[in-house]
């Protein structure tokens, strides 16, 4: 026999290597065709509910990194609760209206304009639904367990119809209004966007520092004065209806030295405009405050017309001339400005961003950035142009086409926010935040929010269920509204435009405004913000098997403004609550430079490159790694060290199978009471983890157990206790006491471990459940088990405690044996100890093997009085000294002993494992052993 054949080897069939992208794709095959997810909902039914509602993603192109952190860090929560005592059901969705759609059919070629608009959409809704399989197949590839067979998409007929219903409590609250006033709106779109499709870039304007002739400056101003006005937009300067200036400034009236004219100007402002006008010198004729100018009129520039000056608290002197330009409908505040003096609101230009004849014919046909230079040449010609300069400030694009957009006045459907806001906060304040600063942002933007255009001129989308009356009244009754969503729950959102609105409206509908009984109905559609802040009816209280509110919304800080933002005042207004309990927000993933990912600089990461290469469990662990709460960057190196990483876990899984191969928990189990002192500090040890585990995962803080698990398998495990249990797994008899005690240790660690992880790596779990004798045949349809405590635990800790400090003395001093090459591996060495009283105590508590703990093969502890010079001291009054140990190798335990050989049968071996050998393979003592 050889002494090999005298060990207790651990063996297993576990691969090392995963071989994860051809392996991942069967298992979760496995798990569709054994309706793993479905098994689970019915193991859970009658438990607490706990829904994480899903923020739908658009449906356009391939899934991207961010959509990974995303959908991944759902799966976490959702699994977790799944198997920790709660009905956790998970429908995804997926938002599926909108004009990137439309935009992607126009570039494909398709002209809606020469098809009817039911053929339009049609081809839409194909392309949304080709969109949508396309991206479910992405995330069940990340192993993203959820109700795949009933997803919610917001061209549902269902999801349509309980939008209707939405749209039909605003109404009867009276929050809906039409209006002709400045939106944001998109000339690249040709639409109106709401503030959560609107982004922010620097751009350099064509500023203009003019002058208006005053006509009427109520005996204050001559007529040979002139106001400065400043306009960052010259080309709405055909546009212009009044001059705004501060009721509180004080405006001087100036003769500069160069020039015939009268100037006004902030008095603030004047040297800095003196300067840039190249006024050489300048009489202070008079000063007025702004309250005394309201109500003057000036001459516009170029056009016959008569301007009115008027007061706002908005103009500010820190920039231009405390006189600003004022163009009613092209900007919210002038808007305001002009509503309060009974201004025209008007906007000359067409969906397109090109300028109309109303503002006269030079600038008919002409695109608006191009009319800048139009305007200012009319203002040079009329010697008014008193400086033109480049500003650089912040400008509104839209987030899709990434084009600058306008304010621009246009007849819109708003929903009013200032009627609501107060119950709105109220609802904000009641809602839990991770992280906390979310309540703060979510807060300040609905406080700050205005009113919410939710009127779309485009066709793929829910329309408006208005109808109007031959008089233009429009008609949005509870009766009519009710009737929509009974078409749309039956026919789908297409019968509006398939119908005439006659026969959308109900049987014998009549309305005073309408005397012939003729009807028209609106052709926009709604805000797409609308359907997905409809989600909470048209899914969590349209299936009986969800809850509204929501117990968890989880989507990317931008939702703020978005998703969070439009759920919480439809929720209000609805049911006069949140539409959810908690709000996680995640940052967004950048490259490794900190750029923001896009297909234009090559800098996105496909998670289906990473799959095919790594194995969707990668990305999975590096999910668990990364801080989401901020922005986080991540490359394909990113991927290769958390590889590393799960190489570590990997061999973990393996190394705990092979040596609990022949353990039978029903058998070989040893009670608490009974384990060996190392042994119950590690059990002690791990439900410690296992505690502070469930803990990070109920806070939805998976960065902190990333980390705690790393720790976990690599100092506690691996550096400590796997290297302990070599000798006693290995070397002592397969039934003694101390093999099965450390065996039950790993056991329940073994069990424990799989459970815990498979919300994070469910892949890995099956295939390590798979080597494990439990009865249920998936790891996902178990429970996470609750950490449990010991009597003795408190003062376990502390014994062992002290132990690891003095042990981390140990490991120093046998490291820089190591380095001067006075020994090779630690067996090789002799350790002696000098300690404290108390200390020595502790090793005697410890009632093992303190050779063993600390890996060496002899030791001998000493008083600390008696400790030689040549020994390593440390603070806590310990001594170190490390030598190489007397002896020979033992051929079976590899450690160095003085009495290998002292038994004459097996001359290679140490005293202790001869006897070991001798009692548990007797026929060796006549056969002899071979190395």
């Not at 231009?320 to 409908?329: D, E, I, Q, Y």
């Not at 309408?514 to 299936?543: A, C, Y």
């Amino acid at each position: 026999m050889r002494v090999k054949d005298t060990l207790n080897l651990g063996k297993t069939k576990f691969p090392m290597r995963g071989h994860l992208p051809e392996k991942e794709g069967q298992r979760e095959q496995l798990w569709e065709e054994n309706k793993v997810y479905e098994q689970r909902q019915k193991l859970n039914e009658g438990k607490p509910t706990f829904v994480l509602h899903d923020g739908p993603p658009y449906a356009n192109g391939n899934i991207h990194i961010g959509h990974a952190m995303n959908k991944i860090s759902k799966d976490f929560i959702v699994r977790y609760k799944s198997m920790t005592g709660y009905r956790s059901p998970y429908v995804p969705g997926w938002d599926t209206h909108g004009l990137p759609i439309e935009h992607q059919l126009t570039k494909s070629g398709y002209d809606r304009k020469k098809m009817t608009t039911s053929e339009f959409r049609d081809l839409c809704r194909n392309y949304a639904m080709e969109q949508v399989h396309k991206q479910m197949d992405g995330f069940k590839r990340l192993g993203v367990s959820a109700d795949w067979d009933h997803p919610y998409l917001t061209l549902d007929k269902e999801f349509e119809a309980a939008q209707i219903k939405v749209f039909g409590e605003f109404a009867k609250k009276g929050l809906l209004y039409q209006a002709k006033k400045p939106v944001y709106w998109s000339w690249s779109s040709e639409s109106a966007l709401a503030e959560a499709e609107v982004e922010y870039h620097d751009v350099v304007a064509k500023t203009a520092f003019f002058a208006e002739q005053v006509k009427d400056g109520k005996n204050l101003l001559d007529n040979d004065t002139y106001l400065v006005v400043w306009t960052t937009t010259p080309w709405t300067i055909p546009a212009s209806e009044a001059v705004a200036v501060n009721p509180t400034f004080e405006y001087s009236v100036v003769k500069p030295s160069n020039d015939d004219r009268k100037f006004v100007v902030a008095s603030s402002r004047l040297s800095e405009i003196a300067e840039k006008l190249g006024w050489e010198s300048y009489d202070v004729l008079k000063t007025l405050k702004g309250q005394d100018m309201e109500r003057m009129t000036t001459l516009h520039p170029y056009l016959d017309r008569e301007l009115l000056v008027g007061v706002a608290d908005y103009v500010t002197d820190d920039t231009g001339t405390g006189l600003v330009h004022t163009a009613p409908g092209y900007g919210d505040d002038d808007y305001h400005f002009g509503k309060k003096y009974d201004l025209p609101i008007v906007a000359p230009m067409n969906d397109q961003g090109v300028l109309t004849k109303e503002n006269g014919p030079e600038f008919d046909g002409v695109f608006y950035q191009k009319a800048d230079d139009i305007s200012l040449k009319f203002l040079k010609d009329q010697n008014a142009l008193l400086l033109e300069e480049p500003l650089k400030h912040s400008y509104p694009f839209d987030w899709r086409t990434k084009q600058p957009i306008v304010f621009r006045a246009t007849d819109q459907w708003f929903v009013s926010i200032d009627q609501m806001r107060d119950e709105i906060l109220k609802a904000v304040d009641e809602v839990q935040y991770f992280p906390e600063w979310g309540k703060v942002r979510l807060r300040n933007m609905l406080k700050d929010r205005g009113d919410w255009v939710i009127s779309r001129q485009r066709v793929w989308g829910v329309p408006l269920p208005i109808f109007y009356a031959e008089d233009g009244t429009p008609i949005m009754t509870e009766e009519t509204i009710n009737h929509v969503a009974d078409l749309f729950r039956e026919y789908g959102s297409n019968v509006w435009f398939d119908r005439d609105a006659k026969d959308l409206l109900p049987d014998g509908f009549t309305s005073s405004h309408s005397p012939n009984g003729k009807f028209t109905k609106e052709t926009d559609i709604m805000d797409v913000w609308f359907d997905s802040g409809s989600s909470h009816q048209g899914v969590l209280n349209e299936r009986s098997y969800l809850t509204y509110p929501a117990d968890l919304y989880l989507e990317g800080s931008d939702q703020y403004r978005g998703w969070f933002n439009s759920s919480m005042i439809t929720s209000v207004v609805v049911s006069g609550h949140a539409p959810y309990k908690s709000v996680l927000s995640q940052g967004f993933t950048l490259d490794k430079k900190g750029k923001k990912m896009s297909k234009s600089l090559g800098n996105v990461i496909d998670p289906a490159k990473v799959v095919k290469q790594m194995g969707a469990e990668i990305i999975r662990l590096w999910v668990m790694s990364a801080d989401t709460s901020a922005d986080v960057r991540v490359s394909m190196g990113t991927f290769q060290q958390i590889s590393e990483a799960y190489r570590k876990l990997r061999n973990t899984f393996r190394f705990l199978l092979a040596n609990t191969s022949d353990f039978d928990a029903d058998e070989n189990t040893v009670s608490y009471d009974k384990l060996t002192s190392v042994d119950q500090y590690m059990l002690v040890k791990f439900n410690h983890f296992l505690a502070q585990m469930r803990k990070d995962f109920d806070q939805y803080d998976f960065l902190d157990g990333y980390k705690l698990l790393i720790n976990f398998v690599n100092n506690d495990l691996s550096a400590f206790y796997m290297n302990v249990a070599k000798d006693v797994l290995y070397i002592q008899p397969a039934n003694s006491l101390e093999r099965r005690s450390m065996q039950t240790v790993f056991y329940e660690i073994l069990v424990g471990l799989v459970k815990l992880l498979t919300p994070i790596l469910p892949h890995t779990t099956e295939e390590v459940w798979e080597y494990m004798n439990e009865p249920e045949k998936f790891v996902q349809l178990t429970e996470i088990p609750d950490p449990l405590s010991y009597d003795n635990e408190d003062e376990l800790l502390v014994e062992w405690n002290q132990f690891m400090e003095i042990r981390s003395h140990v490991l120093k001093v046998l490291e820089e044996a190591r380095n001067e090459k006075l020994i090779g591996r630690s067996l090789e060495a002799r350790a002696d100890l000098y300690l404290k009283p108390s200390q020595k105590a502790v090793l005697d508590s410890l009632n093992y093997d303190v050779a063993l703990l600390l890996g060496v093969s002899d030791l001998e502890v000493h008083d600390a009085s008696e400790t030689p010079d040549d020994a390593e001291q440390f603070n806590d009054g310990s001594a170190v000294k490390v030598e190489q140990a007397a002896g020979e190798v033992c051929a079976r335990c590899r450690m160095t002993k003085e009495d290998v050989g002292s038994d004459d049968a097996y001359p290679q071996l140490c005293a202790r494992c001869a006897k070991i050998v001798r009692e548990n393979f007797p026929e060796t003592v006549t056969e002899g052993l071979e190395k």
